[in-house]
C-alpha cells in the first residue's frame, strides 16, 4: 500500500481522476438562470468527494457501536446496514475483477491479501477500512479550509492571487480558456499551504500511541516504565504557546511561512516536527500525499471560480462536539448554507485542470521537508 501512495505515476493517476471528477461537479454549479445556487457547504463537500461511496458516511457516524460489536445490527441499525451493503458492492467488485482495472492502491491491496490467502469476502469487507481512511478527515479537511478562506476574505484574495500566477489563458474558439496545472501549487502558493497547515493544527484531534521499550526518566520528573503506552494528543502539542508563540490561540494564515508568527520575534520559527497532524515515525500517515493533493485541488478549483456568501450573512464556525473516535480532523456539527456564484471577472470562458507527472511533495510534514 506505501508504495501505491507514494509520490510517483500511480497517486498522480488517482488523483487525475479525483481532480477531473470534480470539475464536473463545479461546472454543475455554473447557475443557469442568472441566480445564486444554494447549497449545504459541508453537504457539498462531503457528496462530491466521495461521490459514490457517500454511503460510507453512514458506516462512519456510527462507528463507535460497530467497534463495540454489541448486538450492532441494532444498537447501530443503519450504520450496520450501510457496512454490509458496501461490503456485499466490493465483493461482487472484486469477483467480476474490476480491480484489474482499478487503481494501483485498490490492485496492490488485494493481491496483497490474496496472496496471504483472504477468502474475497474478507478482502471485500477489509477494503471498506481502506474506504473509511480515505474519506474520514479528507473531506472535513476541505469543509474547513474553504470555509476559512472564504470566512477572511484578504486570505481568499492572496490566495487566488498566488494561484494566478500559474494559472495560464488562452482563447479557444473565441472564449476565453484558464488553464491550471495543479502540480505548480507546491512551489508557487506558500500561503495556500500554510493556510492548510494551520487549519489542520487547530481543527485535528490525533493521537500518537507508543511503547516504552525500556525504563526512562523524562526531565528528570517522568518515570516511564517499560512496557507502558504513551498517548500524545496531538491537540496538546498544537496549542502549547511554548512551541507556537503567545499567538498560539489566533488563526495566523501565514504562521508556516518565513513571515510565520510571534513566535520569530520571539526566537525562531517552531520545529517542523511540532506539526503532527499526519503521525510522525513509522506511523507516519501514508496517505498524507493523496489527501493533501486532493484536498488542495478542491480548494482551489473551488476558489479560482467561485464566489461564496454565507446566507444569513455572517460566516459563524459550526461546533464540533460530535466528532467520533475515528476521526482526526474534527467533524462540523452543522452546516452552513452558503450562495454561489461565478467570481466576478470569471463568469464566462472555459476552465482546464490537469495534473502534470511529478514525484515533488506538498512538504507540510517534517518528514517531507
Same mark, same amino acid.
Given at each position: 500500500?506505501?508504495?501505491?501512495?507514494?509520490?510517483?505515476?500511480?497517486?498522480?493517476?488517482?488523483?487525475?481522476?479525483?481532480?477531473?471528477n470534480?470539475?464536473?461537479?463545479?461546472?454543475?454549479?455554473?447557475p443557469?438562470?442568472?441566480?445564486?445556487?444554494?447549497?449545504?457547504?459541508?453537504?457539498?463537500?462531503?457528496?462530491?468527494?466521495?461521490?459514490?461511496t457517500?454511503?460510507?458516511?453512514?458506516?462512519?457516524?456510527?462507528?463507535?457501536?460497530?467497534?463495540i460489536?454489541?448486538?450492532?445490527?441494532?444498537t447501530?441499525?443503519?450504520?450496520?446496514?450501510?457496512?454490509?451493503?458496501?461490503?456485499? !458492492?466490493?465483493?461482487?467488485?472484486?469477483?467480476?475483477?474490476?480491480?484489474?482495472?482499478?487503481?494501483?492502491?485498490?490492485?496492490?491491496?488485494?493481491?496483497?491479501? &490474496?496472496?496471504?490467502?483472504?477468502?474475497?469476502?474478507?478482502?471485500?469487507?477489509?477494503?471498506?477500512?481502506?474506504?473509511?481512511?480515505?474519506?474520514?478527515?479528507? %473531506?472535513? !479537511?476541505?469543509?474547513?479550509?474553504?470555509?476559512?478562506?472564504?470566512?477572511?476574505?484578504?486570505?481568499?484574495?492572496?490566495?487566488r492571487?498566488?494561484?494566478?500566477?500559474?494559472?495560464?489563458?488562452?482563447?479557444?474558439?473565441?472564449?476565453?480558456?484558464?488553464?491550471?496545472?495543479?502540480?505548480?501549487?507546491?512551489?508557487?502558493?506558500?500561503?495556500?499551504?500554510?493556510?492548510?497547515?494551520?487549519?489542520?493544527?487547530?481543527?485535528?484531534?490525533?493521537?500518537? !500511541?507508543?511503547?516504552?521499550?525500556?525504563?526512562?526518566?523524562?526531565?528528570?520528573?517522568?518515570?516511564?516504565?517499560?512496557?507502558?503506552?504513551?498517548?500524545?494528543?496531538?491537540?496538546?502539542?498544537?496549542?502549547?504557546?511554548?512551541?507556537?508563540?503567545?499567538?498560539?490561540?489566533?488563526?495566523?494564515?501565514?504562521?508556516?511561512?518565513k513571515?510565520?508568527?510571534?513566535?520569530?520575534?520571539e526566537?525562531?520559527?517552531?520545529?517542523?516536527?511540532?506539526?503532527?497532524?499526519?503521525?510522525?515515525?513509522?506511523?507516519?500517515?501514508?496517505?498524507?500525499?493523496? &489527501?493533501?493533493?486532493?484536498?488542495?485541488?478542491? %480548494?482551489?478549483?473551488?476558489?479560482?471560480?467561485?464566489?461564496?456568501?454565507?446566507?444569513?450573512?455572517?460566516?459563524?464556525?459550526?461546533?464540533?462536539?460530535?466528532?467520533?473516535?475515528?476521526?482526526?480532523?474534527?467533524?462540523?456539527?452543522?452546516?452552513?448554507?452558503?450562495?454561489?456564484?461565478?467570481?466576478?471577472?470569471?463568469?464566462?470562458?472555459?476552465?482546464?485542470?490537469?495534473?502534470?507527472?511529478?514525484?515533488?511533495?506538498?512538504?507540510?510534514?517534517?518528514?517531507?521537508?
Amino acid at each position: 500500500m506505501r508504495s501505491a501512495l507514494a509520490p510517483g505515476a500511480g497517486i498522480d493517476g488517482m488523483n487525475r481522476v479525483m481532480i477531473q471528477n470534480l470539475a464536473g461537479s463545479l461546472e454543475r454549479l455554473r447557475p443557469t438562470n442568472g441566480q445564486p445556487s444554494k447549497i449545504g457547504l459541508a453537504e457539498w463537500t462531503r457528496h462530491e468527494i466521495t461521490l459514490a461511496t457517500t454511503n460510507s458516511v453512514e458506516f462512519e457516524n456510527g462507528l463507535v457501536m460497530l467497534l463495540i460489536d454489541v448486538l450492532p445490527s441494532l444498537t447501530a441499525r443503519s450504520s450496520y446496514r450501510a457496512r454490509e451493503i458496501l461490503g456485499k !458492492a466490493f465483493q461482487e467488485y472484486f469477483e467480476a475483477k474490476h480491480h484489474e482495472t482499478g487503481s494501483i492502491l485498490v490492485q496492490n491491496r488485494y493481491y496483497t491479501s &490474496a496472496e496471504n490467502k483472504m477468502p474475497i469476502a474478507d478482502i471485500a469487507r477489509h477494503e471498506l477500512v481502506g474506504s473509511f481512511a480515505v474519506l474520514v478527515n479528507t %473531506v472535513p !479537511a476541505t469543509f474547513w479550509l474553504l470555509f476559512f478562506i472564504y470566512s477572511h476574505p484578504e486570505v481568499l484574495e492572496e490566495c487566488r492571487e498566488e494561484v494566478g500566477k500559474i494559472m495560464r489563458i488562452s482563447s479557444e474558439e473565441g472564449q476565453a480558456k484558464r488553464t491550471l496545472d495543479i502540480t505548480g501549487i507546491k512551489q508557487n502558493c506558500p500561503t495556500l499551504i500554510s493556510m492548510y497547515q494551520e487549519v489542520l493544527r487547530q481543527r485535528t484531534l490525533g493521537v500518537q !500511541a507508543r511503547q516504552v521499550m525500556k525504563d526512562i526518566m523524562l526531565d528528570n520528573t517522568y518515570l516511564l516504565k517499560k512496557g507502558a503506552t504513551v498517548m500524545m494528543p496531538s491537540l496538546v502539542v498544537h496549542t502549547d504557546p511554548a512551541v507556537w508563540g503567545s499567538d498560539v490561540s489566533d488563526f495566523k494564515h501565514k504562521r508556516f511561512t518565513k513571515e510565520g508568527s510571534s513566535r520569530n520575534k520571539e526566537a525562531n520559527r517552531p520545529s517542523p516536527k511540532a506539526f503532527r497532524v499526519f503521525g510522525g515515525g513509522s506511523t507516519l500517515c501514508p496517505g498524507r500525499h493523496f &489527501a493533501t493533493t486532493a484536498i488542495l485541488s478542491a %480548494v482551489v478549483m473551488f476558489i479560482m471560480r467561485y464566489d461564496v456568501v454565507p446566507v444569513e450573512g455572517e460566516w459563524i464556525p459550526p461546533k464540533t462536539e460530535k466528532t467520533n473516535i475515528a476521526s482526526v480532523v474534527m467533524k462540523p456539527d452543522t452546516d452552513i448554507q452558503v450562495e454561489v456564484t461565478p467570481r466576478k471577472g470569471f463568469e464566462d470562458g472555459k476552465w482546464e485542470f490537469g495534473l502534470a507527472d511529478s514525484k515533488m511533495v506538498f512538504g507540510v510534514v517534517a518528514e517531507d521537508q
